[in-house]
């Protein structure tokens, strides 16, 4: 959505309950007003529509196992979780939506803040295990692919709408990357429980990762 520069004449006292009212929002005087408007003209913006997915991810998010953080930016959502690994090293999790929904949805990102070089190479190995079920299971519904990044520290993944699912309302994007969150954070716990006996780990997270599918979610 293109934005523009207007000049509007109003009132000293209606902007200054505007800065009152944008300030307990946390947002800037031209971001409130903006959102203001948008909503008395029934016109949704894109930061509307990502604050209601992350509120409907944040509903939907077991807080037994996730632990919600205060949003970085209006495109951003922050979940972090414990990891059963010696230290019980802290997982964080951050969803980033794009403005305009077209093929991307936006990315997730899974890091650690660790010294720990046995931690990353355990992690590298389930990432490798777990790229491996995504091309072997889902690749298919994806004709531009899946962008999967890591550099060590932390892993990229791209969120993709299926080419048979582009019309996907928000509260089932919102269930959709709920969803996945939670496989991934099961998965990777499991993962990590059965690193003893890796082949064991392997097709633990294979068969759970099949269950899934099998309840039909959605993977974007």
Request: with cysteine.
């Amino acid at each position: 959505m293109n934005k523009s520069v207007y000049s509007l004449v109003l009132s000293d006292e209606v902007v200054e309950a505007v800065d009152h009212a944008a300030y307990r929002a946390g947002m800037s005087r031209s971001a409130f007003i903006n959102s203001v408007l948008a909503e008395a003209v029934s016109y949704v913006t894109p930061e509307k529509r990502m604050n209601d997915i992350f509120s409907a991810v944040e509903q939907l998010m077991d807080d037994s196992v996730f632990r919600i953080m205060p949003r970085p930016s209006d495109n951003a959502l922050s979940i972090r979780s414990a990891l059963q690994y010696r230290y019980k090293p802290v997982i964080r999790y951050s969803i980033e939506l794009y403005r305009g929904f077209e093929n991307s949805l936006g990315k997730l990102k899974v890091s650690f803040r660790t010294q720990s070089e046995s931690l990353r190479s355990d992690f590298a190995e389930f990432l490798h295990l777990w790229i491996s079920l995504e091309k072997k299971y889902i690749i298919t519904h994806f004709p531009d692919g899946i962008s999967y990044v890591f550099d060590g520290d932390k892993f990229t993944r791209t969120f993709c709408l299926p080419h048979d699912k582009h019309k996907l309302s928000d509260s089932e994007i919102a269930q959709a990357l709920s969803e996945y969150v939670k496989m991934f954070d099961e998965l990777m716990k499991l993962y990590f429980a059965n690193l003893g006996d890796r082949a064991k780990a392997d097709a633990l997270v294979c068969r759970r990762y099949e269950e899934y599918l099998n309840d039909g979610m959605t993977i974007i």
